[in-house]
């Protein structure tokens, strides 16, 4: 299975900017998604397909990346932005998940 | 709006079968592969599989292919999950999922599942 590593926490101000991470094991082309999950709910996709913004969201978040580095940007972050941040590749079977990135505010 | 409702899940014992239900509306299910993922407590999401429109094409993560069975009811507008050989290590919340754009688009609220004699 391709390996999806996330760093595991990262704490920010508000108004900074911030990277999130993700590294595969293999190449997923461009097939890396990324999701927001705030505690007691279910996750909710905000970047598809490495730098496409899902609806709705807010244009503070942005995604980069091809083959098997990608990179979730929020800029700049607010408080509301208090999650874990999850990547997904739907490139190879089966599809993974990286473990998460927490992100908390300073 | 795209709506997702999990139930049937709830307290099982060790080694018995237990079957989820995903009840879609506000989008033309049958254009849309579906998908289940599961979230142990405390822990990240794992992808337990898929299904394409006409149930003809069904994936799973390898390690759930011979406990896992998923199906769906397009004149229902339903997805299901048929468990078996429930173990602690299935405790957790099952969340369905609309794949859209090669991604997960739309989420249920989840159900949790707690295996436990």
């Known amino acids: 299975d391709t390996v999806l590593t996330q760093s595991p926490a990262l704490a920010v101000s508000p108004g900074e900017r911030v990277s999130i991470s993700c590294r595969a094991s293999e190449g997923v082309n461009s097939y890396m998604h990324w999701y927001q999950q705030k505690p007691g709910q279910q996750p909710k996709l905000l970047i598809y397909k490495a730098s496409n913004l899902a609806s709705g969201v807010p244009a503070r978040f942005s995604g980069s990346g091809s083959g098997t580095d990608f990179t979730l940007t929020i800029d700049p972050v607010e408080a509301d932005d208090t999650a874990t941040y999850f990547c997904?590749?739907?490139?190879?079977?089966?599809?993974?998940f990286g473990a998460g990135t927490k992100l908390e505010l300073k | 709006e795209v709506k997702l409702v999990e139930s049937g899940g709830g307290l099982v014992q060790p080694g018995r079968s237990l079957k989820l239900s995903c009840a879609a509306s506000?989008?033309?299910?049958?254009?849309?592969?579906m998908g289940w993922v599961r979230q142990a407590p405390g822990k990240g999401l794992e992808w337990i599989g898929e299904?394409?429109?006409?149930?003809?094409?069904?994936n799973y993560t390898p390690s759930l292919k011979d406990k896992f069975t998923i199906s769906r009811d397009n004149a229902q507008n339903t997805l299901y999950l048929q468990m078996s050989k429930l173990g602690s290590e299935d405790t957790a919340i099952y969340y369905c999922a609309r794949e859209g754009y090669y991604s997960l688009d739309y989420w249920g609220q989840g159900v949790m599942v707690t295996v436990s004699s």
């Open positions: 299904i394409n429109q006409d149930s003809s094409t069904i």
């Open positions: 997904q590749q739907s490139w190879n079977d089966p599809d993974t």
């Open positions: 506000g989008f033309s299910f049958n254009d849309y592969w």
